[in-house]
């Protein structure tokens, strides 16, 4: 039951840093060490390469899995919209491994991708929140999410509980390699600043919705722009936005905005820009600067050690690999207040529902 919040979303936004904390417990034992299943792990130091292979706000997870994935584990990792990849497939490595995030486990498109696959020989894992989902029961493998039910149609908690799983998968197989990266990556101790940033960040609720009401209380467009993880949170930061409060929003990589989007910039258009990434920080925030001279309302969103004087929205420091875990929760909040606040049922957008089971 969603208790004595007003929509499904908040509770579910409200749980993320308690959902950290319990794949933390999931999946490590009393060592520290990260439990998967031993077949699981041998088929992961076998392949070389990964197709995830998604929909929606899981595709969003899967392209901040990717970096993790070749970082940490070294294995060429490419990210595909299952729609797209159903009927238009790459040329393909020898031994692929196939990886499905999915909520729901029951997304058609990905299912129609599971059975090509599979009638190919190709060994698949489905990361999924429903154990006993389709998706699951079908896959050589399967790794849970437990983020416990999700109700709202926007989805939040599924994201971030996939890229934390993406997170601990990728420092297992990294490991088991012996690869260095994965050695100095301290997976726990990151997921725990996740959770108490994400938890920090939905302590700023009141001034968050403030936020909201200044950007986007009447307005019918906005951006989200970014590099990056950054550019790949803007894209699901922009979604959120699109489905629950029916403004068109557009997720923006921050370099590409001068090559023809910047002529959408008037005066007062809201543009969000997500500064985390410590290469690129400088450059997103120039390019934040320069719309902001042609009108834009600006509203930034740093991590601490790229804010500057002025950001609204500040994140506690984390892994860089991680940053979307913390720089979406102002994002889902201020699309959650915008949505409310314009009347509409939050939890039910029109024209969606919560498990696409068409093609
Ligand atoms: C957006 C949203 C959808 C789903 C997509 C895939 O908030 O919920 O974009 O992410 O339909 O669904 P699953 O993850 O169940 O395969």
Redesign the pocket.
């Known amino acids: 039951s969603k208790g004595t919040y007003p929509f499904f979303m908040l509770k579910e936004i409200d749980e993320q840093p308690i959902v950290m904390r319990r794949l933390v417990e999931k999946y490590t034992d009393d060592h520290g060490n990260i439990v998967l299943p031993e077949d699981l792990l041998k088929a992961l130091q076998q392949a070389d390469r990964l197709y995830i292979v998604?929909?929606?706000?899981?595709?969003h997870a899967g392209l901040v899995g990717a970096p993790l994935f070749e970082q940490l584990a070294g294995i060429p990792t490419e990210v595909h919209v299952?729609s797209e990849f159903a009927y238009h497939q790459p040329l393909l490595s020898k031994h692929p491994l196939f990886i499905f995030?999915?909520?729901?486990?029951?997304?058609a498109d990905?299912r129609q991708v599971l059975v090509s696959v599979k009638e190919r020989g190709y060994q698949t894992l489905t990361i999924?929140?429903v154990a006993s989902s389709t998706?699951a029961r079908e896959a050589t493998f399967m790794l849970q999410l437990h983020g416990g039910p999700e109700i709202a149609?926007?989805?939040?908690k599924?994201?971030t509980a996939q890229i934390a799983v993406e997170a601990l998968v990728s420092k297992a197989v990294g490991e088991a390699k012996g690869l260095q990266a994965a050695k100095d990556f301290d997976v726990i101790h990151e997921l725990g600043l996740a959770a108490t940033g994400q938890q920090a960040l939905i302590d700023q609720k009141d001034r968050i919705h403030e936020l909201a009401t200044d950007m986007f209380k009447t307005t019918r467009n906005a951006f989200y722009i970014g590099r990056g993880d950054d550019y790949y949170a803007s894209m699901e930061a922009a979604?959120?936005l699109k489905?629950i409060s029916y403004v068109q929003a557009e997720g923006f990589a921050a370099g590409e905005l001068k090559h023809g989007t910047i002529a959408l910039i008037e005066k007062n258009t809201p543009v969000v820009a997500i500064i985390s990434d410590p290469v690129t920080a400088a450059r997103t925030r120039s390019n934040a600067d320069e719309v902001q001279a042609r009108g834009a309302k600006v509203l930034h969103i740093a991590m601490a050690s790229q804010a500057q004087d002025g950001d609204q929205i500040v994140v506690d420091e984390i892994n860089p690999l991680l940053a979307p875990l913390l720089t979406i929760i102002p994002a889902q909040l201020l699309a959650y207040f915008t949505s409310a606040d314009r009347g509409y049922d939050v939890d039910r957008p029109r024209n969606?529902a919560?498990?696409?089971t068409v093609e």
């Open positions: 998604a929909a929606g706000t899981s595709y299952a995030l999915t909520q729901s486990g029951e997304t990905i999924t929140n998706l149609v926007a989805s939040t599924a994201y979604l959120k489905e969606l919560k498990s696409v």
